[in-house]
């Protein structure tokens, strides 16, 4: 059973740069989309960036330019590296997959950021981002 532990969350200045991590065990070999969530007291959870297997990535308009998504090339890792932090961007973190073949893609496929088409998920991580 695939397993999610980020790490990397830490509070720092506006303008600055984290990077989370998330190691993935009991992976299968199979093919997975990989996202990074966020969720902000009292909101509800949006997706921040995904990368689907075949390479297709996703961003949120609020990330566009400031973060990036990437996964390691032995399939054990994804990463967030997180750049011009603003304190709009302060939130929980969590790292989620889903095995691509069991998600109904429509066109556009927008279920890459969506919350509801993800199976496991990491405990998540917080960002603290002061003014």
């Known amino acids: 059973q695939l397993k999610l532990v980020e790490s990397g969350g830490g509070s720092v200045q506006s303008g600055g740069a984290l990077r989370l991590s998330c190691t993935a065990s009991g992976y299968s070999h199979r093919s997975y989309c990989m996202a990074w969530f966020r969720q902000a007291p009292g909101q509800e959870r949006e997706g921040v960036a995904a990368?689907?297997?075949?390479?297709?990535?996703r961003y949120a308009d609020s990330v566009k330019g400031r973060f990036t998504i990437s996964v390691a090339s032995n399939k054990l890792a994804s990463y967030l590296q997180m750049n011009s932090l603003k304190p709009d961007d302060t939130a929980m973190y969590y790292c989620a997959a889903v095995e691509r073949g069991s998600i109904h893609w429509t066109p556009d496929r927008p279920q890459l950021l969506l919350p509801d088409e993800y199976s496991t998920w990491g405990q998540g991580t917080q960002v603290t981002v002061t003014s």
């Open positions: 990368l689907d297997a075949d390479g297709d990535m």
